[in-house]
């Protein structure tokens, strides 16, 4: 199933850095966009989109006052998009499919569209309860990850704040650490560090590799959707095939 999707923010910005992260993604077959919310009631009339990325915080109209306009059995789907997690309890209560904390990361874009395309499809009985359930419990109890990182080495152990990383590389059961001018080996396969570390600073960009997105200084597109990732330090590293979405995504500016 392919959708039109609506994206709703005041902020040009913000709108450029959702459709740059929609632009690639298969589901969507159409993009439109609104500056305010009394635009976005015209354009869920007129357009009729299937989905709405709809900005909680507008000045006029916001989020909510846009979906009681609409009123909500007219109302498309909605995914919420703002930089403050206080609303979150609101949106369930219109039955939102999902909520976006700024700036968008664009893994958790691409579960809400999955999301989306579920709903509109049509789900189970009681699917909806349980996803609500689930984001529910994520945003009361969000995920923590690893601040620091404790390396042994004979009878001493190295503490690594995991802010000071560059790169990580794999080594077979093993990972090494890139931190400066200083390497760290920890016993670890790369596949569990990388599900301990905060996504929206480190991104595995190959198999092997995990960098610091705070530490890319630039991209360099290389064949078949590879791309030569250029660190602060000068290092070069080569993403791999199946990664170059993540890569991609990492040029988009989201506000």
């Given at each position: 199933?392919?959708?039109?999707?609506l994206?709703?923010?005041?902020?040009?910005?913000?709108?450029e850095?959702?459709?740059?992260?929609l632009?690639d993604?298969?589901?969507v077959s159409?993009?439109?966009?609104?500056?305010?919310?009394?635009?976005?009631?015209a354009?869920?009339?007129?357009?009729?989109?299937?989905?709405?990325l709809?900005?909680?915080?507008?000045?006029?109209?916001?989020?909510?006052?846009?979906?009681?306009?609409?009123?909500?059995?007219?109302?498309?789907?909605?995914?919420?998009?703002?930089?403050?997690?206080?609303?979150?309890?609101?949106?369930?209560?219109?039955?939102a499919?999902?909520?976006?904390?700024?700036?968008?990361?664009?893994?958790?874009?691409?579960?809400?569209?999955?999301r989306?395309?579920?709903?509109?499809?049509?789900?189970?009985t009681?699917?909806?309860?349980?996803r609500?359930?689930s984001?529910?419990?994520?945003?009361?109890?969000?995920?923590?990850?690893?601040?620091?990182?404790?390396v042994r080495?004979?009878?001493?152990?190295?503490?690594?704040?995991?802010?000071?990383?560059?790169?990580?590389?794999?080594?077979?059961?093993?990972?090494?650490?890139h931190?400066?001018?200083?390497?760290?080996?920890?016993?670890?396969?790369?596949?569990?560090l990388a599900?301990?570390?905060?996504?929206g600073?480190?991104?595995?960009?190959?198999?092997?590799?995990?960098?610091?997105?705070?530490?890319?200084?630039?991209?360099?597109?290389?064949?078949h959707?590879?791309?030569?990732?250029?660190?602060?330090?000068?290092?070069?590293?080569?993403s791999?095939?199946s990664?170059?979405?993540?890569?991609r995504?990492?040029?988009?500016?989201?506000?």
């Amino acid at each position: 199933m392919r959708i039109k999707v609506l994206i709703v923010d005041d902020e040009p910005l913000a709108r450029e850095g959702l459709r740059m992260l929609l632009a690639d993604h298969p589901a969507v077959s159409a993009m439109v966009e609104a500056r305010n919310g009394p635009e976005a009631v015209a354009l869920i009339a007129t357009e009729r989109p299937d989905l709405v990325l709809l900005d909680v915080q507008m000045p006029q109209m916001d989020g909510f006052q846009v979906i009681d306009a609409v009123r909500t059995g007219n109302m498309p789907a909605v995914i919420f998009v703002t930089a403050h997690d206080a609303y979150a309890l609101r949106a369930f209560e219109v039955n939102a499919i999902d909520y976006l904390l700024k700036p968008v990361n664009a893994g958790r874009l691409r579960d809400a569209l999955e999301r989306a395309t579920v709903r509109l499809l049509g789900e189970p009985t009681g699917a909806a309860s349980a996803r609500m359930l689930s984001l529910l419990e994520t945003i009361a109890h969000p995920r923590h990850y690893l601040k620091r990182l404790a390396v042994r080495k004979s009878a001493s152990t190295t503490f690594i704040n995991v802010e000071s990383i560059d790169w990580i590389e794999a080594a077979e059961n093993y990972v090494q650490i890139h931190a400066g001018k200083t390497t760290h080996l920890l016993h670890v396969p790369i596949s569990t560090l990388a599900t301990s570390l905060d996504p929206g600073t480190f991104v595995r960009i190959h198999r092997s590799s995990i960098v610091n997105v705070n530490r890319v200084q630039r991209l360099v597109p290389a064949s078949h959707g590879q791309y030569a990732v250029v660190l602060d330090s000068g290092v070069e590293l080569q993403s791999g095939r199946s990664y170059g979405e993540v890569v991609r995504a990492l040029t988009a500016n989201c506000f």
